[in-house]
């Protein structure tokens, strides 16, 4: 089998979560090898990135080049391309880095790519069976992807379990010499943080969030209605913020805000991973949504299949009443 | 500027569920409805407005069928100058690579200063900008959420994680994937697309394109689907059952008894 590669992205000497998992990934498709992994930088903290890589990589790579000091997709597929061995098959991580580095590079390495996979299913000769997820989530395919000339294979982050490999103690081998001069045709100008904006959802224990179900803004003072006699506040997920109906900080998921409440309301919002991927701390879910088969029905504690247009201002009654009786 | 956008017709899953045919290893398609992908409309806006802004021509294009005609004739409607239909019994069943390759083939033909394309679609891998940008050499960026047009470059944004923002300086001409929520994507009634019907929407095949036949199609396709299915699930929601408001007031009691009420 081709030599399997894992490419890391440090940020300021820190590895991504995603490390530990390609350990995995590697072993479905192999599993007589314990992958290589290839981390770029500069200085000092390319070096604590490679410390921090010992213990979980047999053998790690390193790339050393002040253009690299800050991960630009355009330069890091150029030295990867002067020191990968023909035909490897290279696991990147599908996060906003690996969007931009994984199509182009496949086809300098001149490789078939797999695009976010979320999981192995098996190898069989020159050929592996992975698992996409469709349609936001709503259906599952299996891809055949030859691997003869090698691969780039993009892994979902999260959806492969982190491993460590105790006991190893990885060689670090510099390749910086292999690679010549790097120029960029896009350069890195600045970052800018998102704004918290009038309502800090991330502070909330209780969030009615609603998804593309509330179907118009004109519709969104329902959900608000709810909110206000639970004593909650509105959050979203991306169309509704795509729609310019509320705004970009009330958003959750991947793309927006990381929430922890104790008790979660997904009204008319399917489920994609994106937005799943926004709520930590394992919430009390209950998920309003007129299609029974809605992805985020599989996720949830308690469901309601209904129209949430009328469903809501129900609950928004109830809600009242428990609290009448309760002050009684 | 001259600008091209790759688009592409896909079941609207706003307007579908997704689900397995009667067979069982392929989605049923008989009443799906189809649209332009959602990105790809935003691609197709924001190309309007800098052509708007600085002058110059928007041509969209896609790989497909006489099918796909019908999400041209859309942006035709929008305010696009041309559209073109990549269309050959050889580019059927091409992987992404292959759809690259044909596009890839169109574009050096021309002269664009500006390739968008939407960053994903429903059922794609966000591949085809990436792929293509590193065929033609030209520099490339995923996810870009602004675009600012500052003479022979752009300063463009790109959505990186927790809402945040990345901000690129980047030479023309590049080829840019263009994220949901950049801009506004003007309206298109019956009436417009009326006024477009006319409009003949020229296609291009293979020898047209001069494409090398061993590199697309069925043959070359590397990355290959063999199914749809749906994963063995697991235990999930428990279904409220009941009146509507047996359910609402159901619901009230587990929120309150989880603390919910404030």
């Known amino acids: 089998m081709n030599r399997v590669f894992a490419y890391i992205v440090q940020r300021a000497g820190v590895i991504d979560d995603s490390a530990g998992e390609f350990i995995q990934?590697?072993?479905?498709?192999?599993?007589?090898?314990i992958p290589t992994a290839i981390v770029t930088g500069f200085g000092a903290e390319l070096e604590t990135a490679c410390a921090c890589l010992r213990p979980v990589f047999g053998e790690i790579w390193k790339i050393s080049n002040q253009a690299l000091a800050y991960s630009n997709a355009e330069l890091v597929r150029q030295a990867l391309v002067c020191v990968l061995p023909a035909k490897s098959i290279v696991l990147i991580s599908h996060d906003h880095f690996g969007i931009d580095l994984a199509p182009g590079l496949s086809i300098k390495l001149d490789c078939p790519f797999a695009s976010d996979v979320v999981a192995i299913d098996n190898v069989q000769g020159d050929s592996v069976t992975v698992v996409r997820q469709e349609f936001g989530g709503q259906i599952s395919a299996h891809y055949k992807c030859d691997l003869s000339s090698g691969a780039v294979i993009n892994l979902r982050p999260g959806a492969f379990r982190a491993e460590s490999n105790s006991g190893v103690s990885g060689v670090v081998v510099d390749k910086s010499s292999q690679v010549g001069a790097l120029a960029a045709k896009r350069r890195y100008l600045e970052t800018i943080v998102a704004e918290t904006g009038d309502v800090d959802i991330t502070k909330h224990a209780v969030l009615v969030s609603v998804g593309r179900g509330i179907q118009e803004k004109d519709n969104i003072?329902?959900?608000?209605?709810?909110?206000?006699?639970?004593?909650?506040?509105?959050?979203?997920?991306?169309?509704?913020?795509?729609?310019?109906?509320?705004?970009k900080s009330r958003q959750v998921g991947s793309s927006g805000k990381t929430v922890k409440p104790k008790v979660y309301l997904a009204c008319g919002i399917s489920g994609a991973f994106q937005h799943l991927a926004g709520i930590k701390g394992k919430p009390f879910l209950i998920a309003i949504n007129k299609n029974a088969k809605a992805p985020i029905f599989q996720v949830a504690d308690i469901g309601i299949v209904d129209d949430l247009l009328e469903f809501l201002p129900e609950l928004t009654n109830k809600v009242r009443e428990l609290r009448g009786a309760v002050a009684k | 500027m001259e600008i091209l956008v790759c688009v592409r017709r896909v079941p609207d899953t706003s307007e579908n569920e997704i689900e397995l045919d009667s067979e069982g290893n392929d989605i049923a398609r008989d009443e799906l409805v189809y649209s332009i992908n959602e990105p790809d409309n935003y691609a197709v806006e924001e190309a309007l407005q800098i052509r708007d802004r600085v002058g110059g021509n928007v041509t969209v294009v896609t790989v497909g069928g006489e099918d796909d005609e019908e999400v041209l004739r859309r942006e035709l409607a929008m305010g696009a100058n041309r559209?073109?239909?990549?269309?050959?019994?050889?580019?059927?069943?091409?992987?992404?690579?292959?759809?690259?390759?044909?596009?890839?083939?169109?574009?050096?033909r021309e002269k664009f200063d500006l390739i968008l394309t939407g960053v994903q679609a429903d059922d794609g891998a966000a591949q085809?900008?990436?792929?293509?940008?590193?065929?033609?050499?030209?520099?490339?960026?995923?996810?870009?959420?602004?675009?600012?047009?500052?003479?022979?470059?752009?300063?463009?944004?790109?959505?990186i994680e927790g809402g945040n923002r990345e901000v690129n300086e980047i030479d023309l001409p590049c080829v840019l994937s263009i994220q949901t929520g950049l801009n506004e994507p003007r309206y298109v009634g019956m009436r417009g697309i009326r006024q477009v019907a006319s409009i003949p929407i020229a296609t291009l095949g293979a020898s047209d394109l001069a494409v090398d036949q061993v590199s697309v199609g069925k043959a070359a396709a590397?990355?290959?689907?063999?199914?749809?299915?749906?994963?063995?699930?697991?235990?999930g929601a428990e279904i409220l059952r009941g009146s509507r408001e047996e359910k609402a007031e159901r619901v009230a009691e587990l929120i309150a008894a989880r603390g919910g009420l404030r």
């Open chain 1, 221 to 247: 003072p329902i959900a608000e209605e709810l909110a206000e006699a639970l004593g909650a506040t509105v959050s979203c997920s991306r169309p509704v913020v795509d729609a310019k109906w509320m705004a």
């Open chain 1, 25 to 33: 990934t590697a072993r479905k498709i192999d599993g007589s090898q």
């Open chain 2, 222 to 235: 590397k990355v290959v689907r063999i199914d749809y299915f749906v994963p063995a699930q697991g235990q």
């Open chain 2, 83 to 108: 559209a073109l239909l990549l269309s050959d019994d050889a580019f059927t069943e091409s992987d992404g690579r292959g759809i690259a390759t044909i596009l890839k083939d169109f574009v050096k």
């Open chain 2, 128 to 159: 085809i900008g990436g792929m293509l940008a590193a065929m033609l050499d030209l520099p490339f960026a995923s996810l870009v959420n602004s675009i600012e047009v500052d003479g022979q470059k752009l300063k463009i944004s790109r959505e």
